[in-house]
C-alpha cells in the first residue's frame, strides 16, 4: 500500500517519527507541496499512484481527486479540513478524516501565554536588559510599559468547548472571573468564578475577551467595529482560535484609538500573514505564527490520532470521518 504524505515538514521538522505510519505501508513524506491551486500538477504527481494520503494545508480539490484514480483515504493532519472537496471525495468513495481534539491544553496555555505577555511584555522587559538599559539606568528598575495584573478582573470567553472551558479554568486560577458564551450551556460548569451569559453581557463586563468558537458564518467578523463598540475602554483581545473571526481592519482601528489596551493574535485571516495585514501596523498588538498547536507533546498526540485513524479504517472501523 503506497502512503503519501503531501506537507510533513509542519507536523514533524524531524523531532518526531513516521515509524509508526510506516508500519502500514510504503510512505513517501515531502516536507512541502504546493498551498496553492497553481500547483495542481504537482500535487497529483506525488499523490498520483496513492492510496492513502496524508495533508495539512496542501489543497485537495476536486480536479485533484478526479486524477487520483487509486485513492481510497484522505487523512487532514489537522481539525479543520476545507483543504479537501470532501464532497469530491464522498461521491468517489475517498473517505476523509480529520484530527478533532489533539490539542487542547497547548492551545488553552497559549492563550493565557499571549494574556500574560500583554500583562508584562516579558520578551521586550528582556531585550532591553540585554541591551543594556538596566544596567545604565539611575533607577533600580524600570519599565517601558504599563503592568497588568489580572487578579479580580473579568475574562470573557467566546465559545466555550473544551479548549474555552481550560482556558477559563487556568483563568480562574489566576484570580480571574469567567464568564462564557456559548450556544451551548452546561450549566454544571457554572460556579461563583464562572457563569454563562448572554453576547452583549461578556462584550460589555469583560476586561479580557479570548475567542475560542469556530469559523462559521455565524461567527465570521464576530470581534468587529460594532461589537468593539460595546467594549469597555482599554479591553485587552485573544484571538487563537481562527483570524477571521475579527475584522482585522476594525480591530487594528480601534487599538490605534486606544479603544482596545492591546491585542494578542496567533491567526490572521490569510496565512502566512500578507505584508498589508493592518494588524502588523497596529499599536500594542502582538501576533505569532499560528504555533498553539505545535508543541511536540501535541503534535505527537496527533501523529498518534492520525496513524490510529488509518488503522482503524483499515480494520473497517474508521473513525473521525467527515465526509461519511
Known amino acids: 500500500m503506497k502512503i503519501v504524505v503531501l506537507d510533513g515538514y509542519t507536523l514533524n521538522p524531524g523531532d518526531i517519527t513516521w515509524k509508526g505510519l510506516e508500519k502500514l505501508g510504503e510512505v513517501t513524506v515531502y516536507d512541502r507541496t504546493s498551498y496553492s491551486l497553481s500547483g495542481v500538477d504537482l500535487i497529483v504527481e506525488r499523490a498520483k499512484d496513492a492510496e492513502i494520503v496524508f495533508t495539512n494545508k496542501t489543497p485537495l480539490p476536486r480536479e485533484v481527486l478526479e486524477q487520483l484514480p487509486n485513492l481510497k483515504f484522505i487523512g487532514v493532519l489537522a481539525t479543520g479540513y476545507n483543504v479537501v472537496d470532501v464532497e469530491a471525495a464522498k461521491e468517489k468513495g475517498i473517505t476523509v478524516s480529520n484530527i478533532p481534539t489533539y490539542g487542547t491544553d497547548a492551545v488553552s496555555q497559549m492563550a493565557i501565554a499571549l494574556l500574560l505577555e500583554m500583562c508584562h511584555h516579558i520578551g521586550s522587559h528582556s531585550e532591553s536588559v540585554k541591551r543594556g538599559e538596566w544596567s545604565n539606568n539611575e533607577d533600580w528598575c524600570y519599565w517601558n510599559f504599563p503592568l497588568i495584573e489580572l487578579s479580580g478582573k473579568t475574562m470573557g470567553i467566546i465559545g466555550y468547548g473544551k479548549i474555552g472551558q481550560v482556558t477559563g479554568k487556568i483563568a480562574q486560577a489566576l484570580g480571574l472571573k469567567v464568564i462564557a458564551f456559548d450556544s451551548y450551556k452546561n450549566k454544571d460548569l457554572e460556579c461563583e468564578t464562572m457563569k454563562y451569559?448572554?453576547?452583549?453581557?461578556?462584550?460589555?463586563?469583560?476586561?479580557?475577551?479570548?475567542?475560542?468558537?469556530?469559523?462559521?458564518?455565524?461567527?465570521?467578523?464576530?470581534?468587529?467595529?460594532?461589537?468593539?463598540?460595546?467594549?469597555?475602554?482599554?479591553?485587552?483581545?485573544?484571538?487563537?482560535?481562527?483570524?477571521?473571526?475579527?475584522?482585522?481592519?476594525?480591530?487594528?482601528?480601534?487599538?490605534?484609538?486606544?479603544?482596545?489596551?492591546?491585542?494578542?493574535?496567533?491567526?490572521?485571516?490569510?496565512?502566512p500573514i500578507k505584508e498589508d495585514n493592518p494588524l502588523l501596523k497596529a499599536k500594542n498588538c502582538i501576533i505569532t505564527l499560528h504555533i498553539s498547536w505545535a508543541p511536540i507533546e501535541s503534535r505527537q498526540r496527533l501523529m498518534d490520532i492520525a496513524i490510529d485513524s488509518l488503522e482503524k479504517f483499515l480494520s473497517g472501523n474508521p473513525i473521525n470521518i467527515v465526509n461519511d
Open 197 to 271: 451569559v448572554s453576547m452583549d453581557k461578556l462584550l460589555t463586563d469583560s476586561d479580557v475577551i479570548t475567542l475560542h468558537c469556530p469559523l462559521f458564518e455565524s461567527t465570521k467578523g464576530i470581534i468587529n467595529k460594532d461589537t468593539i463598540s460595546k467594549m469597555k475602554d482599554g479591553v485587552m483581545i485573544i484571538n487563537n482560535s481562527r483570524g477571521s473571526l475579527v475584522v482585522e481592519e476594525d480591530l487594528a482601528e480601534a487599538l490605534n484609538s486606544g479603544k482596545v489596551a492591546g491585542a494578542a493574535v496567533d491567526v490572521v485571516s490569510s496565512e
